[in-house]
């Protein structure tokens, strides 16, 4: 099977996220930023699939800051190719984005499946899966959480509410959105990272030309105004829990 | 007057959701701002439509197969003839990329992840939970028709009221690439977590299955259940029946205990039906502090034992 994954940076939400001056964007100066989660299992569901049926996965990835040590450890990972889009437009909306993306996956084809993160958590005007799934005439579903393939189509299960799954078979080639891959995605050492950086090496393509124009416009980014806000326990851990459960005793809890 | 504002009925197993009545409201409100008129889609058994009466209209297409491409493509192909001001979609796991497809079919953003719309002058804004609920957008879009994909719990649920009037409408749909088979459900067994006075959720923040101990013996000590966020269920350290959220549970206990979670807007939807919320975690500005009654802003590794021993002190 012939996979290609898109894989998204974001910003790493355990860490303090500022608004730059504008009042609109991300205060990007000190921002640290991981792949997004989902995609972390897209790549794993990617390389499941490879190892069950053979074939080749290929990553592809917009320049961003930190991407370059991420892609050698998709490779690092099993991934036999890493494409980098360089040059693109700043300020791009996830619909911008897309368009480029879906551009490139356009010259990398044939393929049997594109697998997406199902949303990356800076998203505003998505889904990527959606969006680049239109572009190639591909069939699409999302919040997926395994693939069974191995024919003209692929078996899908789609996550929905309450501990029920969906199962559709969907036709081949064909978009994924993936929520959750079978396995958790696998660790890789630091050393065999760096193997990979000495002997594998991350293409580049240059963006082409259109993104389209921006169908958005973020008019404010600003902490939550919120309605109410936990009353905090002071203390040391000792003290803060047995203030609890003072309060959780007076509240018949106990 | 102004065109109509549209809500995307969902239907689940027959019925039609809670989040679809809940976007009744917000479309009433939003309608209401902008002089125009209410419409559900309903894009299958027409006999749902009796719950829809929040709604003006219903405009009523069956035989749309519950699949994302199926549903996109009737959506698109209505909102092409009939040119709503916008369309509110369900942002849930059954909708969303029904929605995300339906948008890239009519080249009109999705904004996502609204858990609030108003007209400004004219132009709809979306307030927009953005970064796992650090932070929010303000969002405006520059196309007509656009979708928004809103939150569930942006408002409280319709009433039905009186039956709406029904236009039926016709769909072409494409040959289908896309093709369910069929539910798979729940492993019966394990415990139900829906069912459970207390609960402790546990999130990343317990960094490795031995740990989980520790949740346990506070669970054990105050009498309740455990049950996790996305990550743990993912580690498969829990069982997807134990995961509470947007893809999971909705649970309603009266005492809930969130340890190591950071508070997105997937796990907080799953526990509006909780009476009494507790966080702990390292990070003082997680937006789980917004959705809890008490915070202990520290480490779990200490807290966890000392509330332990503390519960069973207290009872003796
Ligand atoms: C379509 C879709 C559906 C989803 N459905 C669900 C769902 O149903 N349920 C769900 O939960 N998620 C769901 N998610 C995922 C969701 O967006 C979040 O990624 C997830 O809830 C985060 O889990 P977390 O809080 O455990 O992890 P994180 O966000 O990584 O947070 C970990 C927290 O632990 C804290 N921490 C770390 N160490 C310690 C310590 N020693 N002591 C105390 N605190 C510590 C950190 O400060 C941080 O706040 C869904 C996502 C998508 C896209
Ligand atoms: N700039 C990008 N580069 C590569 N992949 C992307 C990009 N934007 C989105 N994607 C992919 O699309 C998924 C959904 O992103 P989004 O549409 O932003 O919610 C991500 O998880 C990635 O897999």
Redesign the pocket.
């Known amino acids: 099977m012939n996979i290609l994954v898109l894989l998204k940076m974001v910003p790493d939400?355990?860490e303090e996220l500022e608004v730059a001056g504008d009042g609109k964007s991300l205060d990007t100066s000190f921002l640290r930023t991981i792949i997004n989660?989902?995609d972390d299992h897209a790549l794993e569901q990617a390389i499941l699939l490879k190892e069950r049926h053979g074939g080749k996965v290929t990553v592809v990835a917009l320049d961003a800051p930190d991407i370059d040590d991420t892609l050698f450890a998709t490779m690092a990972k099993g991934a036999d190719r890493a494409v980098k889009i360089t040059d693109a437009p700043e300020g791009m909306t996830t619909q911008m984005a897309a368009k480029l993306c879906g551009q490139v996956v356009a010259g990398l084809l044939p393929a049997d499946l594109v697998l997406t993160?199902?949303?990356a958590?800076d998203d505003l005007d998505g889904l990527s899966a959606a969006l680049v799934a239109q572009q190639l005439n591909f069939p699409y579903i999302?919040?997926v959480t395994a693939v069974t393939a191995g024919g003209p189509t692929a078996t899908v299960l789609k996550?929905f509410?309450g501990g029920v799954r969906g199962e559709f078979a969907v036709t081949l080639p064909a978009v994924l959105g993936v929520?959750a891959a079978e396995k958790p995605p696998r660790y890789v050492p630091v050393a065999k990272v760096r193997a990979v950086m000495k002997t594998n090496k991350i293409e580049t393509v240059s963006a082409p030309g259109d993104a389209g124009a921006a169908q958005i416009e973020v008019r404010q980014l600003a902490k939550p105004v919120v309605s109410s806000h936990a009353e905090m326990l002071e203390g040391s851990p000792e003290e803060a829990a047995g203030k609890l459960v003072e309060l959780l005793a007076q509240r018949g809890l106990l | 007057m102004a065109s109509n504002i549209w809500v995307l009925a969902e239907t689940w197993r027959g019925q039609v959701t809670e989040t679809t009545l809940e976007l009744l409201t917000l479309g009433r409100e939003v309608a209401g701002q902008s002089g125009s008129q209410l419409e559900a889609v309903l894009l299958g058994d027409k006999s749902l439509a009796a719950s829809l009466g929040a709604a003006d209209n219903v405009l009523c297409a069956a035989n749309v197969e519950p699949t994302p491409e199926a549903v996109a493509a009737a959506l698109a192909q209505l909102v092409k003839e009939r040119q709503p001001q916008a369309v509110l979609v369900p942002w849930t796991?059954l909708s969303?990329d029904a929605g995300a497809l339906a948008a890239a079919q009519l080249n009109v953003p999705f904004v996502n992840g609204c858990k609030d719309l108003k007209s400004d002058a004219g132009t709809l804004v979306a307030q927009c939970v953005v970064y796992?609920g650090k932070l929010e957008a303000a969002v405006s879009a520059t196309t007509a028709s656009t979708l928004f994909g809103v939150l569930p719990g942006s408002r409280s649920a319709a009433s039905p009221g009186n039956a709406p009037t029904v236009t039926d409408v016709a769909v072409t749909l494409p040959e289908a690439k896309v093709k369910f088979t069929k539910y798979l459900e729940p492993e019966a067994g394990g415990v139900d977590i829906t069912q459970q006075d207390v609960l402790i959720a546990?999130?990343?923040?317990?960094?490795t299955q031995d740990n989980m101990e520790l949740a346990n013996d506070l669970a054990a000590a105050l009498g309740g259940a455990v049950c996790?966020?996305?990550?743990?269920?993912d580690q498969g350290w829990l069982p997807l029946s134990c995961?509470?959220?947007?893809?999971?549970m909705q649970v309603k206990p009266k005492l809930y205990i969130m340890?190591?979670?950071?508070?997105?807007?997937?796990?907080i939807?799953?526990i509006k039906g909780a009476q009494v919320v507790v966080a702990?975690?390292?990070?003082a500005a997680?937006p789980?502090f917004n959705a809890s009654h008490y915070g202990i802003n520290?480490?779990?590794?200490e807290?966890v034992p000392a509330l332990t021993e503390a519960v069973k002190a207290k009872k003796g």
């Not at chain 2, 546990?202 to 960094?207: A, D, E, M, P, T």
């Not at chain 2, 996790?228 to 269920?233: A, E, K, M, N």
């Open positions: 939400v355990v989660e989902r993160g199902v949303q958590l999302g919040v996550e509410a929520q | 796991n969303m796992g546990v999130g990343r923040g317990i960094q996790g966020s996305r990550p743990v269920i995961q509470v959220g947007k893809s999971g340890l190591g979670i950071s508070g997105a807007p997937e796990h939807e799953g702990v975690n390292t990070d997680a789980v520290a480490d779990l590794f807290v």
